[in-house]
């Protein structure tokens, strides 16, 4: 017979609400949820108030709960509740991407000096199972690569744009869908997908990278230009968090906007969906594709969690997914090699082509191919009463740090205007 699992929620918002309808559906009779804990009583919700509490030591404390479901987001009161309910023996299912992605080391050694579980499938890919994949199926492989479309939010921006709406409009779109929030600063920085590939990363190659550790570009200087100018290369334009093994000891993980072929598969990724290209020894390739966020996805992966570990509970010592004090450091070593897209803005004359040409060449960066078009992004304010034109190049393939080193010159040329978007090529 399978134990009963009492459990508590901390946080009863988009997500707790869905993972507590769901329990108190009572469609399986061995999980109760006993109590929730919310910051306003008062709020409107579909669950009854009895269940609701603005104090988490009545759940933390209370020795019938044996499990924590912790859906509130955020660092803190998160991290102090976790690290509580770990040290009163209960069990641990999260959704907080940051909490795990910053915290993670503490949480798992907490659980395992506690001898309870810590899941967290939904904290990267919503209703995707890439974590307990990577934990569990994929365990007899060595994987060398995780590529993923992380964030629903600008995978909708960016699939608008590509249609022809403005990165403004494409964003006020996103906010009126509900995919976006009010302050929209994680997604369109990048960073709610460096928490994502922080924790890809950690899981797939077994050591703890922290999301500092991450480089991260956002997408907001990229125009609906870069789209017709990508199209008419033969790519299409993603946010993609990358995590790859170069060698033993080395390992790049970043998260840029990209080119990518058009015929790729992660390229044909659209609105809201989230993608997650899996490299293994055995596996060889393995491409997950769903919905990245929301309510009902994500309950998916937390009351699977909820599942696991009430089948493994008995059975089963708590376990470290990584090693917390890894000696090995990301982006550090091997040259990272890429092709560049750039688009300038410059004075609209004689010979900017060939001084751009002459720096490049000076710095052995060899192109592909380049453009000067007299059409400009309308959506960029200039002041200037010359006249201008946009000209945008493609590298062959360059270290990083030679690209910089150039860059730095192409910014001093008198006819720049300005480096108006910098793309690598995702090969
Ligand atoms: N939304 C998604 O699609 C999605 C997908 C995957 C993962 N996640 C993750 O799931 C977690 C929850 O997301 P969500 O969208 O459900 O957030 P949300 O709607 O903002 O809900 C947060 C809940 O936590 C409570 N809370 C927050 N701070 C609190 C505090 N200081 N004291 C007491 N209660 C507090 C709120 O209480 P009140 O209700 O009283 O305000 C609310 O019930 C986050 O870590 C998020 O990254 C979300």
Same mark, same amino acid.
Do not use: C, M, Q, W
């Given at each position: 017979m399978q134990k009963t699992f009492t459990i508590g929620l901390l946080g009863c918002g988009n997500i707790g609400e869905a993972v507590a309808l769901e329990l108190l559906a009572n469609k399986n009779p061995s999980l109760k949820l006993k109590k929730a804990f919310v910051k306003d009583l008062n709020k409107k919700r579909n669950i009854a108030n009895s269940f609701l509490t603005n104090n988490a030591d009545e759940i933390l404390n209370d020795p019938e709960i044996n499990l924590i479901i912790e859906v509130l987001g955020g660092e803190e009161p998160a991290l102090g509740f976790v690290i509580k309910a770990l040290q009163n023996k209960k069990h641990l299912v999260t959704a907080n991407k940051e909490l795990i992605a910053k915290h993670g080391p503490q949480i798992?050694?907490?659980?395992?000096q506690n001898s309870v579980q810590v899941r967290l499938d939904a904290t990267v890919?919503?209703?995707?199972?890439?974590?307990?994949?990577?934990?569990?199926?994929?365990?007899?492989?060595?994987?060398t690569e995780v590529v993923g479309i992380l964030n629903g939010t600008t995978n909708y921006i960016l699939t608008q744009m590509k249609r022809g709406h403005s990165f403004e409009l494409a964003l006020k779109e996103a906010q009126e869908k509900g995919y976006a929030e009010p302050d929209p600063t994680n997604d369109l920085?990048?960073?709610?997908?460096? !928490?994502?590939?922080s924790i890809l990363a950690s899981l797939a190659f077994g050591n703890y990278i922290s999301p500092s550790q991450v480089f991260c570009q956002g997408i907001k200087d990229i125009s609906v230009l870069d789209f017709n100018l990508a199209k008419e290369l033969g790519f299409s334009i993603k946010l993609l968090g990358v995590a790859k093994k170069l060698n033993k000891d080395e390992i790049k993980v970043k998260v840029y906007p990209c080119l990518i072929p058009a015929k790729k598969p992660l390229a044909k990724i659209d609105d809201v969906l989230n993608a997650i290209l899996v490299r293994g020894d055995l596996i060889q390739e393995l491409l997950l594709v769903g919905s990245g966020a929301g309510a009902k996805p994500t309950s998916s992966a937390i009351l699977g969690d909820v599942l696991s570990i009430q089948k493994l509970a008995d059975s089963t010592q708590s376990y470290l997914p990584y090693k917390i004090n890894s000696l090995i450091k990301p982006n550090q070593g091997?040259?990272?090699? !890429?092709?560049?897209?750039?688009r300038l803005i410059v004075d609209d004359q004689v010979g900017v082509i060939r001084d751009l040409g002459n720096v490049l060449a000076k710095n052995n960066i060899s192109l592909e191919s380049i453009s000067q078009k007299a059409y400009n992004d309308e959506n960029i304010e200039h002041n200037n009463q010359t006249e201008e034109a946009t000209l945008t190049f493609l590298t062959h393939e360059v270290s990083e740090n030679d690209f910089e080193l150039a860059l730095r010159e192409v910014k001093i040329l008198k006819p720049i205007r300005e480096i108006a978007c910098i793309l690598r090529v995702f090969e």
């Open positions: 798992f050694e907490t659980a395992f890919g919503g209703g995707i199972p890439i974590i307990n994949t990577i934990l569990d199926s994929l365990k007899a492989n060595e994987i920085e990048g960073i709610d997908a460096k !928490y994502k590939i091997v040259e990272h090699n !890429y092709r560049f897209y750039v």
